[in-house]
């Protein structure tokens, strides 16, 4: 940087000159990358889309033959999300308060909330009975839902190095940027998952 | 003004150095190299296809149709994504911070991660196909390789644009509202946000044709039908994306060698808006399958007929400036205008591609009057390259021009002029050349995948040549760039060592040349769009006699403090 010379006597004669603020950059970034995360998962639906409107147009059943999609486990994992929302964005009230208890907390539910989610995918895999080698659909489904566990997992590692962060004393009241940036991608992972719901589950 | 002062620039020397480099000119300096060695690379092997599709009488250098196939997709690859794309991110890298005043790229070691990230999915992409992979490839592991490499580069690249975005949102100087950033960076903006909207979908597309090869959906031995799967790229309106930043910079660099500032700034940028929002959207639709117009595809021809309109506005705005200023011959002025008219020349030609389904639309409502027996039918044929050739030659241009106007800035030297012009007229006339070749083959019914391809007709060998010199001529300007290139890095001077030949209005040319790390002494602070026309430029927290006026709170300043005057590291008043 630049030696710049002030001329107050109570300034140091050198100091470097000051940075530009540069509020909420990460949160900008964060944002774009959700925000690409998403057209790339609305491209894979539209796809999906696509194929079982041919498949249908032809008079067949666009679900392979013995493949059932339950809507109990689909719509407890929507509720579980929609808790973990909620969690998310306590663990910011949290922290712009200072009030790190809460904080902690908050965030434990959300990764715990995030846990009951992929293990409830999990089970659904298991009852589904789609073969991913035996029909092209297969490949859609778990492309589909896979994507999207990969985004969870990734917000839940967000989140974990977010609260751990928060734990070392990084984010408080006046610094929050990096929980709001978590935040937002926790809650667009969720409402993508509100989306897939729609065209997996509940259109099938 | 007094010669700003900075910190000497800092060019990693180490391994760890380069892999974390945290200035942003080292990282767009690399993105540059980086990308003509891959567009050499690309146009080497589009002229090999070129020639082999010549050939009526069987291959001369690929074994089979499959590997000319994957001659054909690796050399397409590796020019959009391997050559022109990382060309113009490593400029918008080096330039955009510049122009906007800021210390450093938002994210600077996340740049450079996406560089190397992208270099190697580059490098895996080549030895992927060396290995039998890629779309015509016979190894199904490694035609799924061939998606991971390329999802890779095409991850690098959004990460790349989401930083660019980033920096223009949240890191511009102080006084620069959103009217006032450059064309250039507005330019990178708008190419950022359709980039980081529209790749994803490439990435999904490459997902599912992975898994589809991985667990034989698709056999292996239709392998080739994977080229189409950079169509949602490579196809009009959605190719016209890589020329959104060419247009930008086409539009700064004629202000400064008019002298004049191109007029109606918001008008500009908005249409650079327009244009790069009609570049989105209509592609996910598909050129190739349209033979009439209904409602599915209604808003992809409108958008293919009004893209014109924002590229025709913009250049006549800047027409104004050419009306009203002095003009000298140089490389810079005559790439910015040639890159200009050549991406007029490729949405018009787009437009010939409309004719069959316009008749066909007219056909359906007076099947008596039309007959579709004469329309001309272009979609599906090598038409789609010709609107390609000329918009890699609009690219080629304008990258060269853009070089060669702010070479002080990247290499701290004035590039030679005649060099730069041969380069010029050598890219421009050959992407002509390629575009007539292509459009006369599509014309005569030469499908545009190369697994289609039957050259067996006499006429169209003579169209091949065509656009084989075509494709020459654009290596051989390109090969030029390249030893310019290296010629200035070699000889590339240190930081704030050299003067500037032109005379911009814009931030970049108030830092010394080149820049050094942190790029300006302070921040500067402006109050127009043309911050060094009118010795309105400031820095935050400096006195006089480091450049500028304190300007945070003008009014208190000391009475001592002069006005700035910006820009003059060497640099003459006229501007």
Known sequence: ?????????????????????????????????????????VGLLSVYIAQRADVISTGERWLPDGVDIPLTQPNFMGVTLAFSVITIWWALYAVRKNDNGNAYLAFALSLLFGFAFIAQTAYLFTIMEIEIAADPRGVLFYAIIGTHIVMMIAAMMYAAMTALRTLGGDYNSRQFEGVLSMAIFWTVTVALYGVMWYVIYIMK | MAAVSGAPGATPTTIDGWLGVSDHKPVGRLFIGGGVLFLVTSLVLALVASYESVD??????????????????????????????PILLGIGIYLVPLQIGASSL???????????????????????????????????????????????MVGAIIWGLVILASTVLGARTIGMTTERVPFTSWSYFVFSLVGLFSLPIT???????????????????????LVGVLDGVTRAPAIYWLTIPVL??????IGVHTGVPVRLHRTVMALLTVFGLLTFGPHLVGMASIRTIDYNNAVLVLGLLAVVLPVLG???LAGDSLRSGSISVNPALAGALLSGLLLLAATLVQLLGLVEPIMGFFDSLFPDSVDMTNSLVLNGTTFHEAVTALVVGAVVVGVIAALQHWSSKLFGRSSAASPALFAIALAAAGSVIWAVGELAAGIADQPQYPELVDTSEGSLQVFGVVATIGVALLLGAVAVIALGLVGSVVSRKPAGSSGDTWSGTTLEWAAPSPPPLGNFPAPPVVVSATPLAHGELAYDGLRSESGGSGSGDAESEDAESAPAEPGDNTRDEEG
């Open chain 2, 314 to 316: 913009t250049l006549a």
């Open chain 1, 1 to 41: 940087m630049a030696v710049v010379t002030h001329s107050h006597d109570l300034i140091p004669s050198e100091i470097t000159p000051p940075e530009v603020a540069r509020p909420r950059l990460l949160v900008l970034a964060v944002s774009l990358v959700s925000a690409a995360m998403a057209m790339g998962f």
């Open chain 2, 248 to 253: 930008g910079m086409a539009v700064d660099m």
């Open chain 2, 203 to 225: 990435l999904a597309e490459l997902l599912l044709a992975a898994l589809n090869i991985r667990y034989q959906h698709l056999p292996i031995e239709q392998s080739e039908v």
């Open chain 2, 106 to 152: 938002a994210f600077a070691r996340g740049a450079a991660g996406a560089f190397w990230t992208w270099l190697l999915g580059a490098g895996l992409l080549i030895v992927d196909y060396l290995l039998n992979g890629g779309p015509g490839g016979g190894r199904g592991d490694f035609v799924v390789l061939w998606a991971a490499s390329l999802a890779m």
């Open chain 2, 56 to 85: 009526g009488l069987g291959f001369q250098i690929a074994r089979d149709p499959d590997e000319f196939t994957q001659i054909w997709s690796l050399s397409r690859e590796l020019m959009i994504f391997g050559g022109l794309v």
